[in-house]
């Protein structure tokens, strides 16, 4: 399989991937990942938030938690 090498969009580095859609490094992957996590929570617990109210309860800002929304990872109201 050939292997695509970009820069990560998040910090910069060079990282290979399989995938041309891939465009987080292993280790900001995995640091989203948490992120995504704390907004899931957060979302189970308060179904009636909004998208800045989870922003400003988790520190994750809001465009990010609105690109989630828009791939579909989460439901937001
Ligand atoms: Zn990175």
Redesign the pocket.
Known sequence: MAMHLGN??????L?ANARRDVT??????E?YDRMFDRVREQMRRHPKLTIQDLADRTGIPSHQILEWVRDGRIHAT
Do not use: P, Q, W
């Open positions: 990560c969009r998040d910090c910069g580095a990282f987080l490094c292993r280790t900001c992957a640091r």
